[in-house]
């Protein structure tokens, strides 16, 4: 059955989605000019083979829905959904085509539209309106998950979730189930607690040269307790004053990809009022996919002055330490490292060079190239749950390529392309270890101190 509505053949109404909050503009989705130079760098599009799974295709899907010549049926938000959301697209796009925004928006005008059961509606209730914003809620969580991992619950879910003995999405969350830390970074940095300041303190080692705050993120936070711990610790080696917010909230990166916009906002506007109270120089994260929306809360909040200014302070931890002529460190590692381009940091951010001059600064290791650096892993937010086999198609590409360039080491920065790659990693039986750009760093600054006592003793 087509997909075209009776009144398809009715010319493009330019004010169709006029009225609707966030929708796409007129000029958004008519800026494509169709010629198809995005396709071949499109994971699904690869993959599929199939117009409609490339940007091309999904902006005409998109243009078609929002000016009402189209109806989201079922194959047709088959089609959106199955976007990963990487953003290749746009580095690929001469017309300078707002893909990303244009795909988001729709998402917002398209949710209240679907037909989701009962279930699906409470787990999304729990997830973007009472998980993500509470960090009590995360805490309980996670210590849950601590609990059952500890009586090992989460083992015998992967082994039924990989062996396909688990229904639907289920089986795909607990295959790929990553390993929960007894504490969080806040749990385990409560002696850092400044009453005086209302944050936690760190002070700088040596001369401090700088204010700053640590984004630490919230699922980042239970999650990669260790990368957030080796971020400070880079970041006070080279002079900085770090202080962690309470008043912190999650950046609302999966709200935006999944079609809640406004409980974006009020997430945005929250970290803006947070952040504007504390006299920091910049507000640093360890997350490409957090760094990519706090750096667009302008966007997102109509250009609010405050939205802006917060934008402006937002930096990637490799992207600071470039830009504050850094101390690289002089403990000596060793092995092959290959890096892996996260999406939200090359396309979103465009942040390519920075991760690999710190990486390469690293006394004693190799970097090593990696085929298609650029291209997503498939992790993107939710999407390796809820699109568990195309995701898996994507990521075996990169395990390939990283099985070629005989790394002994992975490094990406971004804790969804960490947990991803890992996972991949796993499956395949490749011994490659996986880490945050920071944790190397960190890593041989800590050897350089040690060995650096050993000659003073
Ligand atoms: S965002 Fe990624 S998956 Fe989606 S259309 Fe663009 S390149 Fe393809
Ligand atoms: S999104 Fe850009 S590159 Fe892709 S078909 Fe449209 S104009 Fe061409």
């Not at 406004?262 to 996919?289: C, H, M, Y």
């Not at 085929?371 to 086999?389: F, H, I, K, N």
């Amino acid at each position: 059955m087509s997909e075209e509505k009776k009144h398809s053949s009715a010319p493009p109404k330019e004010g169709a989605t006029e009225g609707k909050p966030d929708a796409p503009t007129f000029e958004q989705v008519s800026s494509c000019v169709h010629c198809g130079i995005c396709l071949e760098s499109c994971p699904t599009y690869k993959e599929l083979r199939v117009e409609m799974d490339s940007p091309r295709g999904r902006i005409y899907l998109m243009k078609g829905i929002l000016q009402e010549r189209l109806a989201p049926t079922e194959t047709v938000l088959a089609h959106l959904d199955q976007c990963l959301d990487c953003r290749a697209c746009e580095t690929a796009c001469p017309s300078g085509v707002p893909y990303s925004q244009i795909l988001e928006k729709t998402r917002q005008v398209l949710e209240p539209q679907r037909p989701h059961g009962l279930i699906v509606r409470l787990l999304r209730w729990f997830l973007f309106r009472k998980l993500l914003p509470n960090r009590g809620v995360q805490a309980f969580v996670f210590k849950l998950l601590w609990m059952q991992q500890a009586l090992g619950l989460a083992a015998l879910g992967r082994r039924l979730g990989r062996a396909g003995l688990l229904p639907g999405k289920l089986g795909a969350l607990a295959a790929q189930a990553p390993a929960i830390p007894f504490r969080s970074f806040r749990q385990a940095t409560k002696d850092a607690w400044h009453p005086k300041m209302g944050v936690r303190f760190f002070p700088a080692r040596g001369e401090a040269k700088r204010r700053v705050a640590l984004f630490t993120g919230c699922l980042a936070d239970q999650l990669f307790a260790g990368v957030n711990e080796a971020t400070v610790r880079v970041l006070t080696e080279n002079g900085c004053e770090v202080e962690v917010l309470t008043t912190e909230s999650c950046c609302g990166a999966l709200h935006i990809h999944n079609g809640e916009r406004d409980a974006a906002k009020e997430l945005a506007r929250a970290n803006v009022a947070a952040f504007a109270a504390r006299p920091v120089d910049a507000i640093l994260t360890n997350a490409a996919g957090c760094s990519a929306e706090l750096r667009h809360y302008g966007e997102l909040l109509d250009h609010d002055p405050a939205a802006e200014a917060f934008g402006r302070k937002i930096r990637d931890i490799t992207e600071f330490l470039v830009e504050i002529a850094w101390t690289p460190p002089g403990g000596v590692l060793s092995g092959k490292v290959a890096y892996d381009e996260p999406c939200h940091l090359l396309h979103a951010q465009k942040i390519s060079a920075p991760p690999k001059a710190v990486l390469q600064a690293i006394p004693g290791i190799e970097c090593v190239p990696l085929d298609d650096a650029d291209a997503c892993c498939g992790s993107a937010g939710l999407y390796s749950v809820t699109q568990p086999e195309l995701s898996k198609k994507v990521l075996a590409r990169k395990i390939d390529a990283i099985r070629r360039s005989g790394a002994d080491t992975v490094v990406t920065g971004n804790p969804g392309c960490i947990m991803q790659i890992r996972y991949g990693l796993k499956e395949a039986g490749l011994p490659v270890k996986v880490f945050h750009p920071v944790e190397l760093l960190a890593e041989s600054y800590s050897r350089n101190e040690t060995a650096q006592k050993a000659e003073g003793s």
